[in-house]
């Protein structure tokens, strides 16, 4: 299995701040044939499901605020929020779909008001 | 709109068996690969079972392997995940979502608590 790790566990941002956060694949999730990262990000608030935030690595999910992007390729990649808002206190989670049948997700980064 | 409504959950003993079900809605549910997904209290998410868009394949995290079965009616609209042999690490919040081509959960469900306990 792809095992996905992101850094920080958790961080605490400012209002109006840059949050990153880091995700690294054990091995590389891009696709040579169609140059694609197979790496997706969700958001989970408190007492939500997740909610579908990036995928492609890059590519923002239809109505999702462009503060919001997503970079990176093969092993490593960044989900950045460029200005922080109250309402992005979220955890957020990486996850690959390159190793299908299995997918694995990151263990997850607490973003919190500082 | 998407609507995916997760069913079933409750307080079940170790070793017993329970039922979930996943009512979709607002869109052609048998188009698409349906997964379950789980998460233990304050843990993260997990992925459990995904059963292809027609029901001709199906597969299980290791964990859960020969113990779940993920089932789906189309022309119910409806998945289902019939969990066996449950043990206490069980416990969580089940959630199922629709998958897009193989890749990644476009929509999620609320999800539905199951805990496993005596």
């Known amino acids: 299995d792809i095992v996905m790790t992101q850094s920080p566990d958790s961080l605490a941002v400012s209002l109006g701040e840059r949050a990153s956060i880091n995700c690294k694949s054990s091995q590389s999730v891009l696709y040579s044939s169609n140059n694609k990262n197979y790496l997706a990000w969700y958001q989970q608030k408190p007492g939500q499901p997740p909610k579908l935030l990036i995928y492609?690595?890059?590519t923002r999910e239809s109505g999702v605020p462009d503060r919001f992007s997503g970079s990176g390729s093969e092993t490593d990649f960044t989900l950045t929020i460029s200005s922080l808002q109250a309402e992005d206190v979220a955890v957020y989670y990486c996850q690959q779909y390159y190793n299908t049948p299995q997918w694995t997700f990151g263990q997850g980064t607490k973003v919190e008001i500082k | 709109q998407v609507q995916l409504v997760e069913s079933g959950g409750g307080v079940v003993q170790p070793g017993r068996s329970q039922r979930l079900s996943c009512a979709a809605s607002?869109?052609?549910?048998?188009?698409?690969?349906m997964h379950w997904v789980r998460q233990a209290p304050g843990k993260g998410l997990e992925w459990v079972a995904v059963?292809?868009?027609?029901?001709?394949?199906?597969y299980y995290a290791d964990s859960v392997q020969g113990r779940f079965t993920i089932s789906r009616d189309n022309s119910k609209n409806t998945l289902y995940l019939q969990m066996n042999s449950l043990r206490v690490e069980d416990t969580a919040v089940y959630y199922c979502?629709?998958?897009?081509?193989?890749?990644?959960?476009?929509?999620w469900g609320q999800g539905t608590l199951v805990t496993v306990s005596s």
């Open positions: 059963i292809w868009h027609d029901g001709s394949n199906e």
């Open positions: 979502a629709r998958g897009f081509s193989l890749g990644y959960f476009q929509n």
């Open positions: 492609w690595a890059s």
């Open positions: 607002g869109f052609s549910f048998s188009s698409y690969d």
